[in-house]
């Protein structure tokens, strides 16, 4: 991110250099009313197709505002291919878990409910704002998706079969994670984090029957929700994902 500019926006149309476009009257508020911005201001921009840019406020409307695209900074940038299967929590536990594993990195989110979810429904579009910021905040380029929630039977069972789910196995019985991703590797996973009260039998049975499921111990203390999420994300990220490579974000696409 370009230090000199504090502000950075997502936009839902392609852009590119040269274009100018009206940004979405929540952004123009935002940046007329509470940024205090002016016209030949700078901010950076990006979409979920080609990348990052620098902008300028080219005109301020009564509800809008228009900016002009005047260079691309970096390109499209995607996590490793992990995925988060998550049970609904309460509403501001749910939200810090959606933040910051998109700050941590991942390409889709897809909430279930079993049989001890307390909270069996999700505002997408409350979720998709949670993200938006999320990405704004961090300097990523890519906007990970949010599915409609379904049983964990139905998750389980429209899962490719290519993809290997690392179930965070709250009953500490299982290896621990680490030493799993030491010994796998596997570098395309959904990661699977339970309710508050974990699974029953019959879910445990379930999963257990699933080809390519790797149950996995996230240490010696049982974890909130949220708390496992960030946890397997981020020793994903750093044993087998991300965090090895040297990313080259002025040549990197996808």
Known sequence: MN?????RLFCEVTLRVGEKISLQTEQSHYLKNVMRCKINEKILVFDNNTGEYTAEIVNIHKRSIDIEILEKTKPRYVPGDVWLIFCPLKKTRSDFLIEKSTEIGLRKFLPTYSSKT???????NRSRKNIVEAVEQC????????LPISSLAEVIEELPEDRILIFCDESLESRNINECLLLDRPEKVAILVGPEGGFSDSERKLLRAKKNILPVSLGNRMLRAETAAVVALTMWHGMVGDWLKKVDHQNHES
Do not use: A, D, R, Y
């Not at 230090?3 to 502000?7: D, E, F, G, T, V």
């Not at 300097?139 to 949010?146: N, S, W």
């Open 139 to 146: 300097g990523g380029t890519f906007i990970p998706e949010i």
């Open 3 to 7: 230090k000199n500019i504090s502000i």
């Open 118 to 124: 307390q909270t069996k429904k999700v505002s997408l």
